[in-house]
């Protein structure tokens, strides 16, 4: 009995170990044909707001969105904030190039995942993607470590607790 409460609390407290980090803030604007020119290309830190990024909306990631629709007439839609890759998004797609072009539309995408870290031009930079045209690189958490560590910890105390029931 009082080795399974052993081996209960150290399973609970080894598991809270692998918790992944997500964003908490990212900048958050947006700006049709010029309507919000600080939000455009480079964006200077503290010169456009952040937000809060929750689970609900996403919290993966902060991503730079820029669409220049070709027809009917042309126009371009900046957008700034937080997600969590998605199939189907075109915000935050799974599996989908940082940069693609058709007849009516050419998108490019940015996305990273550190606080506030969306201020790039994606028609310049890659942010998180690597600048691997066609390709999606999905980088690791923060506390990678705290995930290993977590695991290896928790295989060690079952271990122990398999060797001191065998005896």
């Known amino acids: 009995m009082i080795i399974s409460s052993i081996f209960l609390t150290t399973l609970l407290s080894l598991t809270s170990l692998c918790k992944a980090e ?4 990212c900048i958050m604007c947006t700006s049709d044909s010029g309507s919000n020119k600080a939000c455009e290309k480079d964006v200077v830190p503290d010169s456009q707001p952040n937000g809060a990024c ?21 126009a371009w839609q900046w957008n700034r904030g937080c997600c969590t ?12 190039p940082s940069h693609v072009s058709n007849e009516v539309y050419e998108m490019w995408r940015a996305r ?3 606080n506030d870290c969306n201020l790039m031009d994606p028609r310049t930079s890659s942010g998180g993607m690597d600048g691997f045209e066609g390709s999606l690189v999905v980088h690791g958490k923060r506390n990678g470590a705290a995930v290993t ?5 928790l295989l060690v105390a079952l271990g122990i607790i398999s060797y001191m029931y065998s005896n």
């Open 22 to 25: 997500k964003v908490d803030t």
């Open 112 to 114: 990273c995942d550190t």
């Open 149 to 153: 560590h977590g695991n290896m910890l």
């Open 54 to 74: 929750s689970a609900e909306f996403g919290n993966d990631y902060c991503y730079v969105l820029v669409t220049k629709q070709k027809q009917p007439v042309e």
């Open 85 to 96: 890759p998605k199939a189907g998004s075109s915000i935050c797609p799974l599996s989908e």
